[in-house]
Structures are given as structure tokens and as C-alpha cells.
């Protein structure tokens, strides 16, 4: 079994910043992608950044240049820091890792947390 939990998200005001955190545990053998994606109320899921195990990023491009996306693969954690944060940030953040076992792989989703932007 495994697990996903993330943390810090919370209420911020515009131009302001948070940093989301991202711990897996479990029977975990590896770990390639880890990714935070992010819905919003009538909106679909979509992909915010992604990483893989040896550090390539994905942005999507309305957060280039305001927020990072790095890892601590000791610690199979991703983190998210968030700057210049804007209204249009407010959604749920999600966690999401591709995750292998001996011989086994599965793509697991955290519990979201809820990141509010205020104007």
C-alpha cells in the first residue's frame, strides 16, 4: 500500500506565496514522475508541473516563471513553491506519483489540498 500526503496549502493574498509538500510512503521500489496537478470548481484537472526521478521539470505555462516544482528522491517527496500567486491559482492541488514496486506500477493521487488566492 501506498501513500500520498500533502501539505501546505491555505489562504493567501494575491502576490503572495505557498509552498506545497508531497510525501510518499509505502511499498515503494522506485519512484519516475512526480507531479502536482490542480482543479478548479467547474473546471477539469490539469497538469500545474511535473518532474521525473532525475530532475527534468514541466510546466504549464500559466505558472512559468512563478512557481518550481523539485523533489528529494531520499525522501520520495515533491514539493511546489508557489510565488506570485494570483486569484486564478485557487483550485485543489493534487499530488501525483508513478510509482513501481518489485514488479508491479501504479499512478497514485494524495488527498488534494486547497490553495485559496485572494484579490
Known amino acids: 500500500q501506498v501513500q500520498l500526503v500533502e501539505s501546505g496549502g491555505g489562504l493567501v493574498q494575491a502576490g503572495g506565496s505557498l509552498r506545497l509538500s508531497c510525501a510518499a510512503s509505502?511499498?515503494?521500489?522506485?519512484?519516475?514522475?512526480m507531479g502536482w496537478y490542480r482543479q478548479a470548481p467547474g473546471k477539469q484537472r490539469e497538469l500545474v508541473a511535473a518532474i521525473t526521478s532525475g530532475g527534468s521539470t514541466n510546466y504549464a505555462d500559466s505558472v512559468k516563471g512563478r512557481f518550481t516544482i523539485s523533489r528529494d528522491n531520499a525522501k520520495n517527496t515533491v514539493y511546489l513553491q508557489m510565488n506570485s500567486l494570483k486569484p486564478e491559482d485557487t483550485a485543489v492541488y493534487y499530488c501525483?506519483?508513478?510509482?513501481?514496486?518489485?514488479?508491479?506500477?501504479?499512478?497514485?493521487w494524495g488527498q488534494g489540498t486547497q490553495v485559496t488566492v485572494s484579490s
Open positions: 501525483n506519483a508513478d510509482v513501481y514496486g518489485k514488479n508491479w506500477k501504479f499512478d497514485y
Open positions: 509505502g511499498s515503494i521500489f522506485s519512484i519516475h514522475a
